[in-house]
C-alpha cells in the first residue's frame, strides 16, 4: 500500500507536542539553517545526510514521525525518503518554519537549546551560586581553599581549560568527589566552557548533599577569557576513577537523591518487555566511561559520557516521550544522570544490568531500501580518465574543510540546495564525480542527481569516487588549498556565531554568553519545555 505525506497546521503541530504520546519532531535544514532558526523541541537531521541517520534515530517505523524545513519543500523531500524507509506514520509541517512563526510560535538560535535553557532555569530555580573570573583568579592568588572542577569531557579539558581546573567530567563529579575535595571547608568552583555544564555540574553537588560551599564559574572558560585572563593549553591535572572509600560515599549519597526524587528503577523483565513492544521506543545509553563500556556491555546499548547526554539530549534522544535507560554499574553515576533527564521531562528509568542477564536489546525494523548505494563506485584510473575527458566535480563535503582544502576545478555542492544551475551543468559536462568527506553523503547527492535527471537525461554519468581527498590523491589528481572562499550565504551548514567563540573571537563569546543567559525570557514558561522543576 502506498503511503502519504500529511501535511499538519502549525495548532496541530504544537497540539501534538503536548498530548503525551511519541512523537519525532525534525528539522531537516543544515546546521547553519537549523542554528538560524528552529522549533524549540526539534531535533537535527540535515536532509544532507538524513536517510543515513533515521533509522538510527527513530528506530522505531510507525512512530509519529514530522519533519521541518524552512518554507517546508525540504521538508517534503525528507518525507518521501522516510517512506522509501518504511516509516509509516510521516508528516510535514505546512509551510515550514515561516508558517509556525506566522502563527505566532516561537524559533530558537543557537544548538541545543532545550538542555542550554534548562540549565538556565535551574540557576533561577535553584538559586545556584556562582563566582566571577576576577574573584576566582584573586583567590587563586591568594592561596585561598578551593578546588576548580571542569566537568567538560576530558578531551575538551585537554585542549584548553581554566588554569588549575582538574578535568571530572559532569556525570562522575559526585562519584570522585571526596578523592578530589576530602576537607568539607574547600570551596568548590565548578567550570565549563559557558554556563550549562557549570551550572548543572555544581547544582549536581547541592542536590547530592555535599558538605562545602559550591559555586559555578560565571562564564566558564569563555568568561575566563573575557575578563582578559589566559587559558592553559597543555595537559593539566586529571581526575581518575573513584577509590572505593570515594564510591561507597557517592552511593550513599546518590541513593538518597533517588529516593527523593522518586526516580523510576527497573529490573531485567521489565526491560525485556520494553524492548519487545511495538508500540513504543525505547532507548538505552550505557553511561560508563568508555574503557568500561568497551570491557563489555549489554548488546544494543549506547554509549555516551554523561555528562553530553544532560548537555546535548537532542543529540541523542531523537523521540520525545519514549523511554529512556540509564545503565551503570557503581550506583552513583546513572543516578545523577538520571535525575537531570527527569527533570528535563525525558522518561527516564534507571537499570543496573546483573552477569546473568541476557536481553535483546535491538527493536527489529523491516528491511529497507538503500538505492543510493547502487551509485557505481570509481576507481582511482576512472577517476583520472573521466576528469581528463571533461567530468564535472562535485564536493560535498563540509564548507569549511572545502574552503581550506578541495578537489581542483571542484564545486562545492550540498543536498539541500540542488539548483537548475547545477543541473544545468552536469547535463553539459556530461558526466559527474561525487566525493565528500562521508562516502554515504556523497552517494545520496549522486542518487538525488540521478532521480532529477531521469529519464530526459539518461546519458549522463554520475559516479561517486569512496575515500574523500585520500582516493582523489590517491588517484595522482591536485588539491586546492587556496582559492577564493565560499560566499557565507552559500554556506547553509556552517553557524558561524557558535564556532567563532572558541577561536579567539571575545565578541562572539559575548554574545554567546548573553545568548545563554536569556534563554528563560526567550522560553518563557518553563513547562512549555517539558521541564519538570520545583523550587528546593
Known sequence: MTQTTHTLSPTTLSNWLHDGHEIALIDVGEAGQFGAGHLLLAINLPLSRFELDLVRRVPRMTTRLVLVSVDGAQAQVAANAARALGYTDVHALQGGTLAWQAAGYKTFQGVNVPSKAFSEFVEHVYHTGDIEPVELA????????????????????????????????????????????????????????????????????????????????????????????????????ESSSASATAQALARTRAAGLEQREALPRIAADTLRQWLGTSNRTTFIFDIRTRAEFDAGHLPGATWVQGVQLIQCLDEWVAVRNAHVVLIDTDGSRAIIVANWLQRLGVQVALYAPQAEDSLDAGVATPPHSRPWEDIPPLDAAAARALVATGAIVLDTGSSERHDRMHP?????????????????????????????????????????????????HQHVEICVLPGGLDAWQAADLPLVSESAPLADALRIDYLFWLHDRHAGNLQASAAYLQWEADLPALVGDADEAGYRLRAA
Open 138 to 237: 584573586r583567590r587563586q592568588a591568594a592561596g585561598d581553599d578551593l578546588v576548580l572542577l571542569d566537568s567538560r569531557t576530558l578531551e575538551e579539558h585537554r585542549r584548553f581549560h581554566v588554569p588549575g581546573a582538574i578535568s571530572c567530567p559532569g556525570s562522575e563529579i559526585v562519584t570522585r568527589f571526596s578523592d578530589l575535595v576530602p576537607s568539607p571547608e574547600t570551596l568548590v568552583v565548578v567550570t565549563c566552557a559557558g554556563r550549562t555544564r557549570g551550572i548543572i555540574g555544581a547544582q549536581s553537588l547541592i542536590d547530592a548533599g555535599v558538605p562545602n560551599p559550591v559555586v559555578a564559574l560565571s562564564g566558564g572558560t569563555q568568561g575566563w577569557r573575557l575578563a582578559g585572563f589566559d587559558l592553559q593549553r597543555q595537559p593539566g591535572q
Open 408 to 456: 581542483q576545478g571542484s564545486l562545492w555542492v550540498n543536498r539541500s540546495a540542488i539548483d537548475d544551475l547545477l543541473l544545468t551543468r552536469i547535463i553539459t559536462a556530461g558526466k559527474a564525480i561525487v566525493l565528500g568527506d562521508d562516502d554515504g553523503v556523497a552517494c545520496l547527492l549522486a542518487y538525488d542527481l540521478e532521480q532529477r535527471l531521469a529519464p530526459q
